[in-house]
């Protein structure tokens, strides 16, 4: 039976296929993107002769280059088709420039024209660049069904994309960030069904990256293990270096585009020799004059609020602290939980996200661990992807995450959250700091807080120690204007805001949480570029 990756000449009475249903057949797909080559690969069932035509024109494909196959059937014991998939590396391209091209592989195998553009130079620092994050493909049937959920968030991305940023979309948007999970099994089906025939809208004219997830590594029908489908399928390795380094594996790899380096960590490998490369490319990085930006990507997130133990710890504790070393880095990708989350490090301008796609539904209640997390300032329910957009004149990144809903309500296409972080902003005003006694409890309060024209309160912190170095902490409070958090009353995917404005400028405790003694006091601001004002001069008082 043919896939929807094969091609089927239609030859009756001299006419052919049209050519939009020949590009639902033969659906290329591009990966390894540089500013002077790029790789192609696509998937049929017959042809062994690949061949691609590319040019500058659509109707002057006047160059050719022919590529290689592999027949990965044999390796699959759960797979009985033929599974060509095609490989070609189109070389000598002229950086930031756009390129028609078509694949073949043999007779009756042709696709319909499509349009990509290179990479800008290695370096360049001015100018925008923009992508999208996608995450957790993962379900091909759900209660039995085939299941488009995440057909329906690719094509909604594409739109609002589209919409957002204008037309020819690969003149326009540079990359997709996937954050693992492209397949529930590491087998052929699922490559085939699954990520690239879901990705299918985006992936002949947008190139894409991807993470090992923790479904990359299941599989016991391929050969080697699933983990061993995910690098037969994907092009990693090939010149995947940063700094004269690589990683040496396809499991993680940093990749720069523009001034932006990508440091795609696996999640499901928390080696020592992974933690040493991370350090050692972080380093490099930072004093790199062609690196301005650094975003990672991982499977599992920073922090998690539903499933809450469900996390990974090496990064959280080993990896971002690193990052943190280096004024470039600027937000990390995750995904696992099938949800949108966002949070930001408490003590680093930085933020993390989990863009969960629409795998296995995740709601309020599903887990019988939920934590409001600290570091996290939102978790909804829903089914979303990110806009992500760097502009460099400004020194700017900004996200915007839409939404098409949950399995039980339907949204066309919304904003859900957006935030932006950008640099050389001055922070907010120092805050003065006064001390009030009730009954039986105690007040701080906070003065108003005052921030850079058009940013507002986002956070405050307040701490308590025995110590006027503040050296010996007792209590301390990081909360924020807005914490979306738990259900709407009467739902399970909809997210209530618990957070309570401007009430975090002041921070009351009771009395009896102190023991008899003199303690010291005081507070910080934080505004909605991830400024932190300087601390207040801490106060002096007693309880007795």
């Known amino acids: 039976m043919k896939s929807v990756f094969s091609c089927l000449l239609l ?3 001299g006419l052919s296929l049209p ?3 020949l590009a639902q057949r033969i659906q290329p797909y591009l990966q390894a993107a540089k500013p002077g080559s790029i790789y192609v690969n696509w998937k049929t069932d017959e042809g062994t002769a690949p061949l691609v ?4 024109r659509p109707h002057a494909l006047n160059r050719s280059v ?5 027949d990965l059937e044999p390796k699959d014991t759960s797979y009985h088709t033929p599974y060509h998939y095609h490989t070609a590396k189109l070389t000598d391209l002229q950086a930031a420039t756009g390129y028609y091209y078509q694949v073949s592989s043999g007779p009756g195998e042709t696709s319909a024209v499509h349009y990509f553009r290179t990479p ?21 049937n759900y209660e039995g069904k085939p299941y488009g959920k995440f057909d329906e968030l690719v094509r909604a991305a594409k739109a609002k994309a589209t919409e957002v940023f204008g037309a020819p979309l690969a003149d326009n948007v540079h990359l997709i960030l996937n954050d693992g999970d492209q397949v529930d099994v590491g087998k052929l089906e699922h490559y085939e069904k699954l990520h690239f025939a879901k990705s299918s809208p985006l ?3 947008l190139p894409i990256i991807t993470a090992v997830g923790n479904h990359e590594t299941y599989g016991k029908s391929y050969a080697g293990g ?14 995947f270096s940063y700094g004269g380094m690589s990683s040496g594996t396809e499991r993680y790899y940093a990749y720069q585009l523009g001034n932006v380096l990508f440091v795609v960590v696996d999640t499901e490998d928390n080696s020592a020799a992974q933690l040493d490369w991370v350090a050692k490319t972080v380093n490099y990085a930072t004093t790199d004059p062609a690196v301005g930006w650094i975003i990672s990507i991982g499977h599992r997130p920073y922090q998690a609020e539903q499933y809450a133990d469900d996390y990974s710890a090496w990064y959280a504790e080993r990896v971002a602290p690193f990052l943190q070393t280096s004024g470039k880095f600027a937000l990390h990708i995750a995904g696992h939980h099938h949800l949108y989350a966002r949070g930001q490090f408490k003590d680093f301008p930085g933020y993390h996200i989990i863009s969960g796609g629409t795998a296995w539904p995740q709601y309020w209640g599903d887990s019988k661990k939920e934590i409001d997390r600290e570091e996290t300032q939102g978790s909804w329910s829903n089914f979303a992807y990110q806009l992500i957009e760097i502009d460099n004149d400004r020194q700017e990144i900004r996200v915007r995450s839409y939404t098409i809903g949950s399995l039980m309500t339907t949204k066309e296409n919304e904003l859900l959250d957006e935030f932006r972080y950008r640099r050389g902003v001055h922070p907010p005003i120092q805050p003065r700091l006064r001390v009030g006694y009730g009954a039986d409890s105690i007040l701080l309060s906070g003065s108003a807080f005052s921030a850079a024209a058009g940013h507002q309160l986002n956070s405050t912190e307040f701490q308590i120690s025995t110590t006027p170095d503040f050296s010996r902490l007792v209590k301390s409070s990081f909360r924020h204007a807005e914490n979306w958090f738990g259900p709407v009353p009467g739902t399970t995917d909809e997210t209530v805001n618990i957070g309570t404005g401007e009430a975090i400028l002041n921070y009351q405790f009771a009395t009896a949480e102190l023991s008899p003694g003199s303690y010291f006091a005081r507070a ?8 932190w004002s300087p601390w207040s001069e801490g106060i002096n008082f007693a309880v007795k």
């Open 11 to 13: 030859c009756l009475t």
């Open 19 to 21: 050519a939009d249903l």
């Open 53 to 56: 035509r590319f040019g500058r």
């Open 66 to 70: 022919r590529g290689t196959t592999i």
């Open 120 to 140: 800008p130079t290695i370096g360049k620092s001015t100018g925008k660049l923009r992508f999208i994050a996608l995450g957790d493909h993962q379900v091909l």
């Open 203 to 205: 992936s002949h004219e």
């Open 226 to 239: 699933g983990i061993e489908a995910y690098k037969d399928h994907f092009v990693l390795d090939d010149g």
């Open 524 to 531: 910080r601001y934080r505004d909605d570029n991830l400024g």
